[in-house]
């Protein structure tokens, strides 16, 4: 065998020149997008696509190993992942306009003459600026305008509906309800329009504040009087939690569920809180006009009188109505522990704990808890059974992770 002769079966190679490397550590071409073509948007990761292909389209996952995402076809749509300093702009320019809205709506009617045109006037001007710059965003070509374009449609949108609202029930000034039916009307129609013209939860939120107006209009209509007043706060439980369930059951078909639940929901908690701290209060309230009903009677009357006198002020509620109350709450507690189970949202995993967390000490002060240690007792026990029910739950899995995924080593 000479110096010449191929080895082991290896063709010959020119003199002249390395040899070529291996077809298989060839550099593979990846084809680069521009910088523009982003059709995900990073803020919206593990939600919808909302471009112009239609709600509920994933767009295509990359080539494995990759690390780039894959070649945009001149069909596809191109739409800006940022909005830069547009967020910025706009933001700040909402704001200010609505600071219009408002010095002009509490000065259209502060004087005893009637409507004050000329603020008036201003309030309508900012309002229809709002209005007409989120129309011009919504008229802007989708397929290019990406996330620059959802916050001009959004934030003046969102803003002007809401000054659409005060501008109404400023110029019509009556307390009829057919007012209110149209303010919250309007107010859930523009922002459905809003809503399908950018697909960001703003618009949700908005209408959810015209659905409550609407829903408590009605309630006054229908039901009011049908129900009576024996017990308020009850009544008052009940509508805000069908309220909160109702919402969040529709809304959970949207891709802003999350959204929609978390902001209903605060609504909820607020209302049952507030509910709860009202029951506080008369109890308070009670106790101190009770014992000075106590001190007056004792003086003209004796102990005796003074004593029935007490418990008398002090008894504005039914201990039942408490603990109904308590029990709509903790329906909500529920829903919201379940919500974020499904949704995979903090936002309800912090409702859920604001509920039982201080709702349960409001109830122990309206109904004057004799023994508070065992409110404590209770209610540290039961928190920590499901919490070590947690735990245990949360190692089961993560031992079904190891045995799926095998040894590491």
Known sequence: MTDDA?????????GDGPPPPPASMAPDTVIRPPAS??????????????????????????PFGAGLPGPVGPGDPTRAARAGTTAALVALGAGLLGAAVL???????????????????????ATAVLLVIAVLGALAGRRTGGRAREEVVTWPGTVGIVATGLMIGIGIDR?????????????????????????????????????????AL??????????????????GAALVVVFVVAVTVVGWALPSRAVSGVVVGAVGLVGILGILGSFAVMRFLGGIFGGMGAMLGGGVDGGRDGFASTTSVSSGFDASDVWWVVALGGVLAVLWALAATAAN??????LAIAMPALGVPLASIALAAEHPTWWAATTA?????????????????????????????
Do not use: C, K
């Open 381 to 409: 026990v039961a928190g920590g059974v499901l919490l070590l029910g947690g735990a245990l739950l949360a190692r089961l899995r993560g031992r079904r992770q190891e045995r799926s995924v095998g040894p590491t080593r």
């Open 175 to 215: 307390d009829d309800h057919w007012v209110g039916y149209l303010i919250g009307g309007v107010m859930t129609v523009l922002a459905v329009i809003g809503y399908l013209a950018a697909r960001r939860a703003a618009f949700v939120v908005v209408a959810v504040l015209g659905l409550a107006i609407v829903y």
């Open 6 to 14: 191929p080895a082991n079966g290896t063709p010959e190679q020119p």
């Open 37 to 62: 073509a982003i059709v995900a948007d990073p803020d919206d990761a593990g939600g919808l696509v909302t471009d112009d292909r239609g709600v509920g389209q994933q767009p295509p996952p990359p």
């Open 218 to 235: 009605l309630f006054d209509d229908l039901l009011a009087d049908s129900i009576g007043s024996d017990h308020p706060q009850v009544t």
């Open 345 to 350: 949202h903090a936002g309800f995993s912090v």
């Open 103 to 125: 010095i002009a709506g509490f000065r259209s009617r502060s004087g005893d003459d009637g409507l004050d045109w000329s603020n008036y006037g201003v309030g309508l001007g």
